[in-house]
């Protein structure tokens, strides 16, 4: 997640505009976590976002429990965005990113096919991009796609929610 919103984030903010990535070691050490990171930080003009794969949970339920959790401990304001089902649906809505970041050809061809159509709805979006791309890691696959992704084309539901959430945050960002 962490290479994805790099290469992601400078896409959609305005280009003066900084962020920071805190990556976790998974689901578990993030919800640890961040309750403590945003305890911990003083800066008042800071906004935070919280992304995380649903892996296969209730996405209203846990973004209920993370937006309380970011509530409790002094941002109310932090937008969670779910992941829906993992960060691989994203690459599945991005198949021309896939195959420009050289990891497998003719794939551009599927976007409007099948399960491409909604790759949210992939249960093991994961698995189905090692099979589309058998070279694909998680970090360097990550590395390798996400500066070829597009924030206008993707297919995936949760990825243009999270796009538009991010555009929401940094234009109030603007009016401060």
């Given at each position: 997640?962490?290479?994805?919103?790099?290469a992601?984030?400078?896409?959609?903010?305005?280009?003066?505009?900084?962020?920071?990535?805190?990556?976790?070691s998974?689901?578990?050490?993030?919800?640890?976590?961040?309750?403590?990171?945003?305890?911990?930080?003083?800066?008042?003009?800071?906004?935070?976002?919280?992304?995380?794969?649903?892996?296969?949970?209730?996405?209203?339920?846990?973004?209920?429990r993370?937006?309380?959790?970011?509530?409790?401990?002094?941002?109310?304001?932090?937008?969670?965005?779910?992941?829906?089902?993992?960060?691989?649906?994203?690459?599945?809505?991005?198949?021309r990113?896939v195959?420009?970041?050289?990891?497998?050809?003719?794939?551009?061809?599927?976007?409007?096919?099948?399960?491409?159509?909604?790759?949210?709805?992939?249960?093991?979006?994961?698995?189905?991009?090692?099979?589309?791309?058998?070279?694909?890691?998680?970090?360097?696959?990550?590395?390798?796609?996400?500066?070829?992704?597009?924030?206008?084309?993707?297919?995936?539901?949760?990825?243009?929610?999270?796009?538009?959430?991010?555009?929401?945050?940094?234009?109030?960002?603007?009016?401060?």
């Amino acid at each position: 997640m962490e290479e994805t919103l790099k290469a992601v984030l400078p896409k959609v903010l305005p280009a003066d505009m900084a962020f920071r990535v805190i990556p976790h070691s998974g689901k578990n050490d993030l919800e640890a976590s961040v309750p403590k990171k945003l305890r911990a930080w003083t800066n008042p003009n800071a906004r935070f976002i919280v992304v995380r794969d649903n892996d296969g949970g209730n996405c209203r339920e846990l973004k209920t429990r993370l937006a309380n959790m970011c509530s409790e401990n002094g941002h109310p304001g932090t937008l969670v965005r779910i992941v829906c089902q993992e960060l691989e649906s994203w690459f599945l809505g991005d198949l021309r990113a896939v195959e420009a970041g050289g990891l497998g050809r003719n794939l551009a061809r599927l976007q409007g096919k099948g399960l491409f159509r909604n790759p949210d709805r992939v249960e093991d979006a994961k698995g189905k991009l090692k099979e589309l791309a058998p070279r694909y890691l998680p970090r360097s696959g990550a590395r390798a796609i996400g500066p070829h992704m597009s924030v206008d084309k993707n297919t995936s539901q949760s990825f243009h929610a999270f796009i538009s959430g991010v555009q929401k945050v940094a234009t109030q960002m603007g009016q401060v």
